[in-house]
């Protein structure tokens, strides 16, 4: 288990060190949203698609050391697939030099197919199936969902993960420090509940990884992860939960994620129904920073709520 987070980490931090200079000298930096906080203005220019260095360490450990689990093997799949429209969406966001991307159409389009087609794997051709534990039930107990009822579930599911992760990353350090907490979470239970060696493995490489990754991307930020970090992280949620048949401990390990997305739905809704914010600026990290947070403090708040969220999980598992 050592050498599972020392391998990615080190891994990770290499290339942070080879990538970093390159980024900067070919010009891949941030653009900033102007109707975001004043003080963000300055991360303009920052090096992004920073998810590269610790997502080809994530998939080389997971495939050393699960080749053989055709459930690891997917899930590397969904997690690389994802980073790939995360890239693009990068890509095109810094030719054009504005915040437009991948035009959402496609982007949802390509995110159905990809979940689709990791979700009829894991009802079809998994001994996973469309089984799911009941919470807080001592004796684990399941219940089976219609197959392509579940697989429509995991669609919906991943697609609610991955604009939350995403939502999560606007604070140095934020998505990081959270995803690893998460991924703690992953790893304990996975080895103490459910005796999954693989997921165990799979959930320490991704800790490993986003240690090094925060070594370059905590206050100041010298590299964001931008869409191809965040949504490969977000893919990585997905898998994790579902493999272990858990996908509504989400709900609670990963609290923070939902609060976000949550807080710019509910924003938008009132702004529209009423003309009046309910936050400052969401997602709620940019409420915060507005009162005057640092980004530090944020981070070390929504670390500690991701915690007692996990404290939680244990419970209803």
Not at 132 to 147: D, H, Q, R, S
Not at 178 to 183: G, L, N, P, S
Not at 243 to 259: E, K, M, Q, S
Request: positive net charge; contains cysteine.
């Amino acid at each position: 288990m050592i050498i599972a987070i020392s391998a990615s980490f080190i891994l990770t931090v290499i290339l942070g060190i080879v990538l970093l200079p390159v980024l900067k000298r070919l010009k891949i930096g941030q653009v900033v949203r102007d109707d975001g906080p004043k003080d963000h203005l300055k991360k303009a220019g920052t090096p992004t698609m920073g998810g590269i260095i610790f997502i080809f360490p994530i998939i080389g450990c997971m495939l050393f050391l699960g080749w053989n689990n055709p459930v690891v093997l997917v899930t590397c799949g969904l997690i690389l697939l994802s980073a790939l429209v995360g890239f693009l969406d990068d890509f095109l966001k810094i030719k054009r030099k504005n915040k437009d991307g991948l035009k959402p159409l496609y982007k949802t389009l390509l995110f159905i197919l990809i979940s689709a087609a990791y979700g009829i794997y894991i009802v079809y051709f998994s001994k996973i199936g469309s089984e799911i534990i009941i919470p807080f039930t001592n004796a684990g107990k399941t219940f089976v969902l219609p197959g392509w009822i579940y697989v429509i579930f995991i669609v919906l599911f991943y697609n609610a993960v991955i604009n939350a992760v995403n939502f999560t990353d606007g604070v140095d350090g934020l998505c990081g420090s959270v995803t690893a907490v998460v991924f703690v979470f992953f790893a304990i239970a996975s080895k103490i509940v459910f005796d999954d060696t693989d997921m165990t493995y799979m959930s320490l490489i991704i800790v490993g990884a986003m240690v090094g990754y925060l070594i370059f991307n905590i206050y100041p930020a010298k590299l964001l992860m931008g869409d191809t970090g965040s949504l490969a992280l977000g893919a990585a949620v997905t898998a994790i939960s579902v493999n272990l048949r858990i996908p509504w401990i989400v709900l609670f390990i990963g609290c923070i994620y939902v609060i976000e997305i949550l807080s710019s739905v509910i924003q938008v809704m009132h702004y529209k129904r009423t003309k009046k914010r309910i936050f400052l600026m969401a997602p709620i990290h940019h409420h915060f920073e507005l009162k005057h947070w640092s980004e530090n403090k944020i981070v070390i708040v929504f670390s500690a709520v991701t915690l007692a969220g996990g404290i939680i999980a244990f419970l209803a598992i």
